[in-house]
């Protein structure tokens, strides 16, 4: 993913089904929302209905999987690795049925089909309830390079492998129950940057070097190069209130990366009650996502 907008998740914060489609509907680029919505339940979930995706979609998926196949190799963390491996999805647009029982046996999760972006509320209860939402429509073969909102592409390859990695898997849950919260604090602004410098566009320490973790740069033909190699982009190491006060980029690369240990420095930083957090952070004003502090270390390049 060279630059998108964030998951619908993190973007509409109308709790009311009549609200969400009006704020959605007309993008600010002019567009409409993408996806099908006349068959979602009150959850937001429709059948995958794998039968009616065609040929040529199913060879585009295998474009899309085999460039990222090639890429991933010393760039990606072991353990998306070897899950996106055990999943055997490179041949066309995997049946969510068959990998949810997969996932189910591995960390208690599955997936949910859903027609594109949904409110935040159903996102986060989704998240909360261990159920992760998967965009079932297809980008067309002009978007192979640039796609605007997630498609089933970005959704499943970059996103399902990690939720078989119990750690991630439970911090992922805790951040739908934080998000819930959030909403009622007005925090949610601050929650939606550590999802987008964490779950989207993470990075990892690993004994080789840096490697990547985020959906966004997993699922991307560029940034998952550039991520680890451009000079132009800061990566500092994981500090939760750093993240939170710092403004992203949806247009283009990432200016900014931050950088975690490993996994469970991820779950344990963000475990505590971000209650007071928040009203710290309302008296401060937000960091512009190029921002160096003074102090701050600018991690090397390996």
């Not at 085999?66 to 999805?89: H, M, T, W, Y």
Request: hydrophobic share 40%; glycine share 6%.
């Amino acid at each position: 993913m060279n630059a998108k907008v964030m998951e619908a998740s993190l973007t509409t914060t109308d709790s009311n089904t009549d609200d969400f489609f009006a704020a959605v509907a007309e993008k600010s680029d002019g567009t409409v929302l993408r996806g099908d919505y006349s068959k979602i339940d009150a959850r937001y979930v429709v059948k995958q209905d794998w039968d009616a995706y065609t040929p040529e979609q199913h060879a585009l998926w295998r474009r899309l999987y085999q460039r990222q196949a090639k890429l991933i190799p010393g760039r990606a963390c072991d353990v998306f690795i070897e899950s996106l491996e055990a999943l055997n999805i490179g041949d066309g647009i995997p049946r969510f049925e068959e990998s949810s029982a997969l996932l189910s046996k591995a960390t208690g999760w599955t997936l949910v089909a859903v027609p594109g972006l949904v409110p935040d509320h159903i996102f986060f209860e989704h998240l909360a309830n261990r159920r992760f939402p998967v965009t079932v429509w297809l980008r067309d073969p002009e978007e192979f390079d640039y796609i605007v909102e997630p498609d089933v592409f970005h959704d499943f390859f970059g996103h399902v492998p990690l939720l078989f990695n119990p750690i991630f898997a439970d911090h992922l849950q805790d951040y739908g129950k934080g998000a819930l919260k959030a909403m009622k604090l007005d925090g949610l602004s601050m929650l939606a940057r550590l999802y987008w410098y964490t779950v989207e566009f993470g990075l990892i320490q690993s004994p080789e070097g840096l490697r990547v973790y985020g959906a966004g740069i997993l699922s991307s033909g560029g940034e998952i190069e550039h991520c680890l190699t451009s000079p132009a982009s800061l990566r500092l190491p994981f500090d939760v209130e750093r993240v939170m006060r710092t403004l992203y980029k949806i247009d283009s690369y990432q200016e900014t990366y931050f950088v975690i240990n490993d996994f469970e420095q991820l779950f344990n930083d963000t475990a505590p009650d971000f209650t007071p957090m928040y009203e710290r952070l309302k008296a401060l004003e937000p960091l512009a996502a190029n921002t160096l502090l003074p102090g701050e270390t600018n991690l090397p390049l390996k």
